[in-house]
C-alpha cells in the first residue's frame, strides 16, 4: 500500500449534495491527520484537523478509523463555493516529524 | 494569515542559471518547509529546517540546497536549474511544531526553459 492515497476524482455533484472523500494510509504510527482545501492555482489551505473521536465544523465532517487506516471528509449539502481539490495529510510518525500528502481529491458542484 | 510571503512570485529561467526563492515569515515561527507541486505527484517536500542552521533533506532534494540564517528567512536555491525543476514551490511553516499542522505561502511559479 502506498503511504496515503486518495481517490483523485473528479467527484461532479449537484448544489445540495452530500459528498465524502476517503484517504487511506500505510504507517499505523501515524498520529496526526488534517484535511486541506487546494483552489485552482493557489495554495494548500488547512480545512481542519481530524481527531480519533472525529469532528465537525459546520456542513463538514472528518473521521479517523484506525483500524482500517483511513481518515474521512464528509460535506454535506455541497456549495458552488466547494468545488476545489481536498488534500489529505498526514504525520509519518517515528523520527522523521513531517507531513505526507495525499495527491488530492478534486470536487465541482454543479447548480 | 500565517504571514509568509515567498518571492519571486513568477520566474522564467534558462537551464542551468543559479535560481534562489526566498520564503519569509513574521512570526518567528521554528519549522519551515520547502515543497515543490507537479500534475501526478501532488506536494514533496525538499528540505525542511528546524531553526537557524538547521536543516535536512526531504524525499526530493537532489539538486537543491537551503539555507537558513535567520529565523525569518528560509531560501531555497538550485545551483544549476534544470527543465525537471519548473514547477510550484510552496513554503510552509508549522506554528506549533513538527507535527502540527502546516500554512502555505502563496507559491512561486517556476518555469525553466
Known amino acids: 500500500r502506498k503511504e496515503v492515497e486518495q481517490d483523485p476524482g473528479p467527484f461532479n455533484v449537484p448544489e445540495g449534495a452530500t459528498v465524502a472523500f476517503n484517504c487511506t494510509y500505510s504507517?499505523?504510527?501515524?498520529?496526526?491527520f488534517f484535511w486541506y482545501r487546494q483552489d485552482c492555482r493557489k495554495e494548500p489551505k488547512l480545512l481542519m484537523s481530524?481527531?480519533?473521536s472525529g469532528n465537525e465544523d459546520g456542513r463538514f465532517t472528518a473521521q479517523l478509523n484506525r483500524a482500517s487506516q483511513y481518515i474521512s471528509l464528509l460535506i454535506r449539502d455541497s456549495k458552488l463555493s466547494d468545488s476545489a481539490t481536498y488534500l489529505c495529510?498526514?504525520?509519518?510518525?517515528?523520527?522523521?516529524?513531517?507531513?505526507?500528502f495525499g495527491k488530492g481529491t478534486k470536487l465541482s458542484v454543479k447548480p | 494569515d500565517a504571514g509568509i510571503t515567498q518571492s519571486p512570485r513568477h520566474k522564467v529561467t534558462e537551464t542551468g542559471t543559479p535560481v534562489t526563492l526566498r520564503c519569509h515569515q513574521t512570526?518567528?515561527?521554528?519549522?519551515m518547509y520547502w515543497y515543490r507541486q507537479d500534475p501526478g505527484h501532488g506536494l514533496r517536500l525538499i528540505h525542511y529546517?528546524?531553526?537557524?542552521?538547521?536543516?535536512d533533506k526531504g524525499e526530493v532534494s537532489d539538486g537543491y540546497s537551503v539555507s537558513r540564517s535567520k529565523t525569518e528567512d528560509f531560501l531555497l536555491t538550485l545551483e544549476s536549474a534544470t527543465s525537471s525543476q519548473t514547477s510550484v514551490y510552496f513554503c510552509?511553516?508549522?506554528?506549533?511544531?513538527?507535527?502540527?499542522?502546516?500554512?502555505f505561502g502563496d507559491g512561486t511559479r517556476l518555469s525553466i526553459l
Open positions: 495529510a498526514l504525520h509519518r510518525g517515528g523520527s522523521q516529524g513531517n507531513l505526507i
Open positions: 481530524v481527531y480519533s
Open positions: 529546517s528546524y531553526g537557524v542552521k538547521d536543516t
Open positions: 510552509a511553516i508549522s506554528v506549533a511544531g513538527d507535527s502540527q499542522p502546516q500554512h
Open positions: 504507517n499505523s504510527a501515524s498520529q496526526s
Open positions: 512570526e518567528n515561527h521554528r519549522y
